[in-house]
């Protein structure tokens, strides 16, 4: 299944979520509603008002509970990780396997062309397992236990997070904080239920005692109890169905990204060969099982199982996988297993990279959109390995991510009035520092560049807010200073914006209005026209270009006139971005291929063209791995 499937099935999942949602609160409150009446009655008479308000009430309350449960989690990844325990690794920390768990999340956030999320470990844990969590790919984070840290090497760690990064990529991880919000909010009307039974009994409450009202209490704590159990048995299938779909997708997308079943097959057996297998430690472990790599929960009936079962899993991966085969699992051994490359001092700042050649034909871009290969994990590995080692140090603290930052927006043709803004604004010290990362990003190469925002983007959004306004604001006055923006510099702002905008707000994926279908065809096209317009000072060049991109749309490209468009280019890019982002994915995919034959019509693609197609796709929530052919 590609990228744009993927999340399609996604949003399905969780309209089909709310409708069940919405159905099972109804028969709820109508449960509740009922015994409301049956107490009344047998208190000696029914009261309709009082039902009504009974009704409202009982659907306020759920309506409230799930929503009040969703906002607790709207902190994104990192606060979902903090609730279940997770201590942040932090890049100051030296302890060779969190260092190790650092480079591999980090290849494979460049590979995937996303940025680098929050990483935690769950200290208390002791069984092997890991998520993903957060409402984007801007909020997420992912977490280990302490036992996946300890036991697994560096080959079944990657398949591990492999498997959580297919999560991050198919858009998973909002439905699954969704149906955190979902069973929590039906699971409520049975904690009253069964606090009304307690306080009965420790009141002395009883038919007996206290008459018929009395008895009406407990029939009202018992029927709650009674309809509380069967929303959650109903929830907890729902929930177990839609998890265990995705997570057989996550599995194989796990394998075709690192193209070996060692890892995660190897991962997998452990679990089931250790003696405290996956089982988490958390306070409601039911509440989060979905959302682990394997189920987090003793064995349950493969009714409610929200992963299927592990033999079968590994047997999918390898055929001839018996339940005698699991094995004696032990720590892993210090020493090549747990250093990287980059810990142990073979980092280099040499670019060596070699990278196959963009293909077209055999592979559209589209196909590789939250679809990275071994080849893109590959060229990740050396890539992170080769980034000049101050950069990299930079892009790891709070104020070097900052100022390496500001020294991206830079423009070697106006770098002097910039550097006097920088200066003016941020002092002669730290304006000396940007500039030394400008130089060094200029000798180190282009390629870099979206990388190493990507990796220094934890750091950005442990920033003050007010901080990273500065930032954009004197970002934005810096692109400005030679009176417009090219593209480059308004796709590198869009990014950015992006990024801290869904870390400021992780929930922002608003309501929006669906754009018409005439809206979103213009500016496809418009698109199109400006990627073939940038780069090209020839006429028939930047026609040929364009003519090769409408190609992918159909005969009706052809037939817009976009003559008459007023505006700057970048104007109206950012006009046609904006209405691009109201249709759904899928919408999205001719477009994405449209601007990859577009800049590569004449049968290459350079690094700058390369990147400029990635920042296009990153501003679309289309995460683009790094176009292996650029050079």
């Known amino acids: 299944m590609n990228f744009f499937d993927a999340q399609d099935q996604a949003r399905k999942a969780s309209r089909w979520l709310v409708v069940v949602y919405l159905v099972a609160t109804a028969l709820i409150v109508a449960g509740v509603t009922l015994i409301m009446a049956a107490a009344l009655y047998q208190g000696g008479g029914l009261n309709t008002s009082l039902l009504t308000t009974t009704a409202i009430a009982t659907t306020v309350f759920i309506v409230g509970a799930t929503l009040y449960k969703i906002a607790l989690l709207s902190g994104g990844g990192g606060r979902v990780a903090q609730d279940m325990g997770g201590t942040l690794v932090t890049p100051s920390n030296r302890d060779p396997l969190r260092r190790r768990l650092r480079n591999v999340v980090e290849e494979m956030s460049i590979a995937s062309g996303v940025p680098v999320p929050e990483i935690y470990v769950l200290e208390h844990e002791a069984g092997i397992n890991a998520f993903a969590a957060g409402f984007s790919t801007g909020d997420a984070a992912v977490a280990v236990t302490r036992g996946a840290l300890e036991l697994l090497d560096r080959e079944e760690l990657q398949g591990v997070l492999a498997h959580e990064f297919s999560h991050i990529l198919n858009g998973d991880m909002r439905l699954n904080i969704r149906m955190m919000g979902v069973l929590f909010g039906i699971m409520v009307v049975g904690l009253i239920g069964r606090t009304i039974l307690r306080g009965s009994h420790h009141t002395g409450i009883s038919y007996g005692r206290r008459g018929r009202n009395s008895g009406g209490i407990v029939l009202i704590g018992?029927?709650?109890?009674?309809?509380?159990?069967?929303?959650?048995?109903?929830?907890?299938?729902?929930?177990?169905?839609?998890?265990?779909?995705?997570?057989?997708?996550?599995?194989?997308?796990?394998?075709?990204?690192?193209?070996?079943?060692?890892g995660i097959a190897g991962a997998l057996k452990k679990i089931g060969g250790y003696s405290k297998h996956s089982f988490s430690q958390a306070t409601d472990p039911e509440e989060v099982s979905h959302m682990l790599f394997a189920g987090g929960?003793?064995?349950?009936?493969?009714?409610?199982?929200?992963?299927?079962?592990?033999?079968?899993?590994?047997?999918?991966?390898?055929?001839?996988?018996?339940?005698?085969?699991?094995?004696?699992?032990?720590?892993?051994?210090?020493?090549?297993?747990?250093?990287?490359?980059?810990?142990?001092?073979?980092?280099?700042?040499?670019?060596?990279?070699?990278?196959?050649?963009?293909?077209?034909?055999?592979?559209?871009?589209?196909?590789?959109?939250?679809?990275?290969?071994?080849?893109?994990?590959?060229?990740?590995?050396?890539?992170?390995?080769?980034?000049?080692?101050?950069?990299?140090?930079?892009?790891?603290?709070?104020?070097?991510?900052?100022?390496?930052?500001?020294?991206?927006?830079?423009?070697?043709?106006?770098?002097?009035?910039?550097?006097?803004?920088?200066?003016?604004?941020i002092g002669e010290v730290r304006a000396l520092q940007v500039r030394e990362y400008f130089e060094q990003l200029q000798e180190a190469g282009v390629r870099y560049w979206l990388p190493l925002l990507e990796i220094a983007f934890p750091e950005l959004k442990q920033r003050p807010p007010e901080s990273?306004?500065?930032?954009?604001?004197?970002?934005?006055?810096?692109?400005?200073?030679?009176?417009?923006i090219d593209l480059r510099e308004f796709c590198f702002s869009r990014i950015v914006g992006r990024h801290l905008q869904q870390a400021a707000e992780p929930t922002g994926r608003k309501g929006r209005n669906r754009a018409s279908k005439s809206d979103a065809r213009r500016a496809a096209v418009t698109v199109v026209r400006i990627v073939a317009d940038h780069g090209h000072e020839d006429a028939v060049a930047r026609d040929k270009a364009y003519r090769a991109g409408i190609r992918a749309f159909g005969d009706w490209a052809a037939e817009l006139d976009l003559s008459d468009e007023p505006g700057s280019s970048v104007e109206r890019l950012s006009e046609a971005l904006d209405i691009i982002?109201?249709?759904?994915?899928?919408?999205?995919?001719?477009?994405?291929?449209?601007?990859?034959?577009?800049?590569?019509?004449?049968?290459?693609?350079?690094?700058?063209?390369?990147?400029?197609?990635?920042?296009?796709?990153?501003?679309?929530?289309?995460?683009?791995?790094?176009?292996?052919?650029?050079?």
């Open 222 to 262: 018992l029927g709650l109890t009674i309809l509380g159990w069967i929303g959650v048995f109903f929830a907890r299938m729902i929930k177990a169905a839609v998890s265990r779909q995705r997570e057989y997708l996550a599995d194989a997308s796990a394998v075709q990204f690192t193209r070996q079943t060692d």
């Open 468 to 484: 990273l306004q500065f930032l954009v604001d004197l970002s934005q006055r810096l692109m400005e200073v030679d009176g417009e």
């Open 581 to 631: 982002e109201k249709i759904n994915f899928s919408g999205r995919k001719s477009l994405v291929d449209a601007v990859a034959q577009t800049i590569a019509h004449d049968g290459k693609m350079v690094v700058a063209e390369a990147e400029l197609l990635r920042a296009i796709c990153a501003s679309l929530e289309c995460p683009l791995p790094p176009v292996l052919s650029a050079a």
């Open 297 to 425: 929960l003793p064995k349950l009936s493969a009714m409610f199982a929200t992963h299927p079962p592990l033999t079968q899993r590994i047997q999918a991966l390898e055929p001839g996988f018996r339940d005698s085969d699991y094995p004696d699992v032990r720590p892993v051994q210090s020493g090549e297993n747990n250093v990287d490359e980059r810990m142990a001092g073979f980092a280099s700042s040499d670019d060596t990279i070699q990278s196959p050649a963009y293909a077209p034909v055999e592979k559209t871009i589209s196909e590789t959109i939250g679809n990275p290969s071994p080849e893109h994990l590959g060229f990740a590995h050396q890539l992170h390995r080769s980034i000049p080692e101050a950069l990299y140090k930079a892009a790891h603290s709070p104020s070097g991510a900052y100022l390496l930052t500001l020294a991206l927006v830079i423009d070697p043709a106006h770098a002097g009035r910039q550097f006097e803004i920088i200066e003016s604004q």
